[in-house]
Nanobody, 126 residues
Framework: EVQLVESGGGLVQAGGSLRLSCAVS????????IGWFRQAPGKEREGVSS???????????LYTYSVKGRFTISRDNAKNTVYLQMNNLKPEDTAVYYC????????????????WGQGTQVTVSS
């Protein structure tokens, strides 16, 4: 059974930092691309960042414009874990953050992702 478990969310003041973790089990992380998505109340799910699992594109990353320069995605295949380091957080970053796995190139489109975690809440106060 494939499972993705997010952790690291919480309440932080604007300008602060959080590091989200996505622990993957049931598959070998080497073979999968991982994406981070978020959904704020009343809004559609938004792609935040992704990192490729395809060998020829290993390590290729993608970010949505609003988080470029502030968020960094990384993966530790030995630990089967993907991280999202979030710096200089803004109130508009408040959302439930989800990680997802799929055999795909880097994309912020949620459709190609096969497996999803339950999400972790990130709240940024002004």
């Amino acid at each position: 059974e494939v499972q993705l478990v997010e952790s690291g969310g919480g309440l932080v003041q604007a300008g602060g930092s959080l590091r989200l973790s996505c622990a993957v089990s049931g598959v070998t992380l080497d073979d999968y691309g991982i994406g981070w998505f978020r959904q704020a109340p009343g809004k559609e799910r938004e792609g935040v960042s992704s990192i490729s699992g395809i060998p020829s594109l290993l390590g290729e990353t993608l970010y949505t414009y609003s988080v470029k320069g502030r968020f960094t995605i990384s993966r530790d295949n030995a630990k089967n874990t993907v991280y999202l380091q979030m710096n200089n957080l803004k109130p508009e970053d408040t959302a439930v953050y989800y990680c997802a796995a799929g055999i795909t190139i880097t994309t912020l489109n949620p459709t190609p992702y096969d497996y999803w975690g339950q999400g972790t809440q990130v709240t940024v106060s002004s």
